[in-house]
Antibody
């Protein structure tokens, strides 16, 4: 069974840093494109960024609100994707999900999701 | 960025009702529209991808249609487990963007 598990969330002051992890199992992790999606309390879903499989170049893309502050990386030997979050703002407070992104949207949506990890940025 | 606007933001319905939710894109997105269901405290679950393709395991009472800028999600006969929040998401061009969600509540 495909499973994604996020970890690393917590309470942090504005300006601080946090690194989230997304560990996968049940599939060939290195083939996966992984996106991070966040959801502020009581709000809708917001795409944060993604990393392609290494076989597809391993490129990363980011949403404008996090560009330059957040960095996504992967360690396929550990079946893990990371979201390094720097210069955190109160507006980054959210539940952060990792999800599998299809490399062809004709055949799937964001199919597999973790349970989320909560990031709370407050002074 | 492509803005996705759902209507209504919430609705009240009864078991057995037919429910339709609309999602409009600020520019054409061809057929690249996906629908998700989210229950409280749970991760989203994909229902429909590419506008009208039913995700494996999703009941056939769910259907999607549309292309260009206007899309609909229809639940033909509401079941008790369908009370949830539904969100659309465009996968036409980055950044991927979501609608604000439609909460389906029990009347």
């Amino acid at each position: 069974e495909v499973q994604l598990v996020e970890s690393g969330g917590g309470f942090i002051k504005p300006g601080g840093s946090l690194r989230l992890s997304c560990a996968g199992s049940g599939f060939i992790f290195s083939n996966l494109w992984i996106s991070w999606v966040r959801q502020a309390p009581g709000k809708g879903l917001e795409w944060v960024g993604r990393i392609k499989a290494v076989s597809a170049g391993g490129a990363t893309e980011y949403a404008a609100p996090v560009e330059g502050r957040f960095t996504i990386s992967r360690d396929d030997s550990k079946n893990t994707v990371f979201l390094q979050m720097n210069s955190l703002k109160t507006g980054d407070t959210a539940l952060y999900y990792c999800t599998t992104e299809p490399n062809d949207w004709n055949y799937a949506g964001f199919e597999h999701w973790g349970q989320g990890t909560l990031v709370s940025v407050s002074s | 960025d492509i803005q996705m606007t759902q209507s209504p933001s919430s609705l009240s319905a009864s078991v057995g009702d037919r429910v339709t939710i609309t999602c409009r894109a600020s520019q054409t997105i061809s057929k690249y529209l996906n629908w998700y269901q989210q229950k409280p405290g749970k991760a989203p679950k994909v229902l429909i991808y590419a506008s009208s393709s039913l995700q494996s395991g999703v009941p056939s009472r769910f259907s999607g249609s549309g292309s260009g800028t206007e899309f609909t999600l229809t639940i033909s006969s509401l079941h008790p487990e369908d009370f949830a929040t539904y969100s659309c998401q465009q996968s036409y061009t980055m950044p991927w963007t979501f609608g604000q969600g439609t909460k389906v509540e029990i009347k």
